[in-house]
């Protein structure tokens, strides 16, 4: 079993940056691959970002292509979320996830560990 803890949530601006962290803990020898999901108020949960744990292939939603990126620091078992020019749409729960396989990671079903989420409110 994997454990993830998100944090760096918060309230900014328009056209200003966020970054999150997603540290994993347990058996993360099993750990492929990572990503970040996210929830909408009224919409329903969607990719945002996905990074192969080995190998460090990144994959991002087209909504946030130039302006999100994904990271991982192997030592610390740790994926980041750096998010700049932030807009109102990106408002959301942001969900860290965990996956034992390295393709198909835009796909929430290929994700068996999540974390609790964070809020991230982009006001206008």
């Known amino acids: 079993q994997v454990q993830l803890v998100e944090s760096g949530g918060g309230l900014v601006q328009a056209g200003g940056s966020l970054r999150l962290s997603c540290a994993a803990s347990g058996r993360t020898s099993s750990v492929y691959g990572m990503g970040w999901f996210r929830r909408a108020p009224g919409k329903e949960r969607e990719f945002v970002a996905a990074?192969?744990?080995?190998?460090?292939?990144?994959f991002y939603a087209d909504s946030v292509k130039g302006r999100f990126t994904i990271s991982r620091d192997s030592a610390k078992n740790t994926v980041y979320l750096q998010m700049n020019s932030l807009k109102p749409e990106d408002t959301a729960v942001y969900y860290c996830a965990a996956s034992k396989i390295n393709y198909g990671l835009e796909y929430a079903s290929s994700f068996a560990s999540w974390g609790q989420g964070t809020q991230v409110t982009v006001s206008s």
């Open positions: 990074i192969t744990w080995s190998g460090g292939s990144t």
